[in-house]
Structure formats: structure tokens, C-alpha cells
């Protein structure tokens, strides 16, 4: 009687496993879960006690006891200064998201067709990203908007026969040159780099094409160039909209004084902090409701911004189609 012998594959050692094809799952989880930690704590465990604090009276403590329900939700909505936060924001956001993507479009256009010298200038441009906003608002501050008598401003206006300016102060808006300047020298850098690989996405024979038909540089800039371009900025478009939601750095190092924030140019942000960590009162529940509302806004546009590419997608497909039943037709035809 003969027994048949079974081959049993051989063990692979912990180390073969990671080497091999079935490692690569480890690695991805490897990767991933440090900033899926981060995320975890930084974001979504704070929104969700921020929302649990929101329906309670939070003032001074982590453990609050009173339930409220939706009364900090209703105080934040007639609360005068949130109203005019939030109108602070739409002002700043009108400014800084048209002239942001202006700027950083001509500069991306201007660098994308250098051929000297390109990482160089791309480099130059993107040094400011990664400035931190607290040093970049106190070097404006210190050294270009210095009060009314000093600083490089006004050094340039008495040059020229001006007079001073007392460019922070709540006297006129001349705080907002400050703030908008700011802003666009830390992130204009950015968003170039994100507009010139859009337009290295776009192919050659469209430009040789227009070129063909003897299109100009601002034909095949509005024909040719925008509307293959149009996927890319409408995500600039929304991070810029967003970024100009969470603006607080800026406003709050540009123009607080000795700990205290003056009464005018209050985006959401800096009210809420106000409310909550700034204020004698320390009225966390306040602030977990504002965080709550400004979180909820945030969806918002993120949801229209994929609404609006979902949209625009269709409708690129629908012509498509369109033009190759057309092209068929002809065909058949002739």
C-alpha cells in the first residue's frame, strides 16, 4: 500500500511577506495611518466635541452639565458681531479670491513659456508658500505698515509727497491693502504651481491646431487655454474661497495690540476665538456652535464645487457624443 506524499508549501518569513506581493497591503497601511491619526484627532474629534459642546452651557469648563439645546445655535445667529464677522469674510473673499487666481494665472502663463531659467523662477515664486503666516504678518507689520510714522509705506508715500498713513488703525479701510497684500504674497506661489500643471495637462495639438487657424495669443487664451483649464480653476476657485473662510493668522497678528483685538475687520474665525479662549466668559458652548455653522459652510461649498465639475463633465460628454454623432452622420452621409 503506497501513500501519495503532500507537498506543503513552504513558510515565508515575516520580512518575505512585507517584500513580496502581499506586503504591499502593510506598507499602504503604514503609510496611511499617520495622517489618518492626524486627522482623527486634529479634525474630526474636535468637530465632534465641538458640536457636543454646542447644545450645552459650556462657559469656563470641558464638563459642562446644563443642556441648552439649540439656544447657543440661536444666540450665534443674533449675535450682531458673528453677522458681521461673516460680512468681514464676504468683503475679504471678494478682494482676495479674483485677485489671487488673476496673479497666480499670469504668472503660471508667463512661466509655463519660459524656457530659461524655469525651475528657478518657479522656485522664487513658490519660496512665500511656505513662510508661516504668524512671521510673514509680523515682518508687514514691523517693517512695511509700522504705524503712522514709520515703516516702508509710508517711507515710499513721503518719497513721492505723501503724507502718512496710519495703515492699521479702524481710521478709513486701509487695514485691507495690509491684509489682501499679505495674503497674496504667502499664496499666490501655490496656487501657480497648481495652474501650471493644469496647463501642462493640456495637449499640444490644440495649441498647433489654433495656431493652424491663425488664432492670436488671446484667441487661443480664451478658445484654446481657459476652457481646458476650467476643471483645474474651479478647484482653485473653492480652495481659495474656503482659505479666505479660514482666515484668522493675518488678521489677528496684523491687528491685535498688547492681547486685545480691535472691534473692526472680525472675520469668523477670529470672533469665535474671541468668544470662546479670548473672552473673560471663555463661552465654549458659543464657540462649539460657530465651529459647528462655519464647518457646516465648508461642506457647503465643498458640495457645490463637485456639483459644478460633476455639471460641467456632463456636459463636456453630451458634447462629445453630439459631435461624434455629428461626425457619423457626415460620414454616412457622404
Known amino acids: 500500500m503506497s501513500s501519495s506524499a503532500v507537498s506543503v508549501p513552504p513558510t515565508r518569513s515575516f520580512w518575505q511577506r512585507v517584500r513580496g506581493h502581499q506586503g504591499r497591503n502593510l506598507w499602504f497601511a503604514l503609510f496611511v495611518a499617520p495622517f489618518l491619526i492626524g486627522l482623527l484627532v486634529f ?25 441648552v439645546g439649540f439656544a447657543n445655535y440661536q444666540n450665534l445667529l443674533s449675535d450682531t458681531l458673528f453677522r458681521n464677522s461673516m460680512l468681514v469674510f464676504i468683503i475679504f473673499a471678494v478682494f482676495i479670491v479674483p485677485l489671487t487666481y488673476v496673479c497666480s494665472l499670469a504668472l503660471a502663463l508667463a512661466l509655463n513659456n519660459v524656457g530659461k531659467f524655469r525651475a528657478f523662477f518657479r522656485s522664487s515664486f513658490f519660496i512665500p508658500t511656505a513662510c508661516s503666516y504668524v512671521v510673514a504678518a509680523m515682518v508687514w507689520r514691523l517693517s512695511f505698515f509700522n504705524g503712522a510714522r514709520f515703516g516702508l509705506a509710508n517711507s515710499l508715500l513721503r518719497k513721492v509727497g505723501g ?172
Open 163 to 334: 503724507s502718512n498713513i496710519d495703515w492699521l488703525s479702524g481710521v478709513g479701510y486701509w487695514y485691507w491693502i495690509a491684509l489682501i497684500s499679505l495674503r497674496l504674497w504667502l499664496q499666490v506661489g501655490y496656487y501657480m504651481i497648481l495652474l501650471i500643471a493644469g496647463l501642462n495637462r493640456i495637449p499640444t495639438d490644440s495649441y498647433e491646431a489654433a495656431a493652424i487657424d491663425g488664432a492670436g495669443r488671446w484667441a487661443t487664451l480664451r478658445h484654446v487655454t481657459m476652457p481646458q483649464l476650467r476643471g483645474v480653476s474651479a478647484a482653485v476657485l473653492m480652495l481659495l474661497l474656503i482659505g479666505a473662510f479660514q482666515a484668522f493668522d493675518e488678521f489677528y497678528n496684523l491687528l491685535s495690540s498688547s492681547g486685545t483685538y480691535p472691534p473692526y475687520a472680525r472675520p469668523p474665525l477670529v470672533h469665535l476665538y474671541l468668544i470662546s479662549v479670548g473672552g473673560a466668559d471663555q463661552d465654549l458652548g458659543m464657540g462649539g456652535a460657530g465651529t459647528v455653522a462655519l464647518t457646516a459652510i465648508i461642506v457647503l461649498f465643498g458640495l457645490a464645487q463637485n456639483w459644478l465639475m460633476s455639471g460641467q463633465e456632463r456636459r463636456e460628454k453630451k458634447a462629445i457624443k453630439q459631435a461624434a454623432k455629428t461626425h457619423r452622420k457626415e460620414v454616412f452621409d457622404g
Open 43 to 67: 479634525v474630526y474629534i474636535p468637530i465632534i466635541w465641538s458640536a457636543y459642546l454646542s447644545f450645552f452651557d459650556a462657559r469656563a469648563t470641558l464638563s459642562p452639565t446644563k443642556f
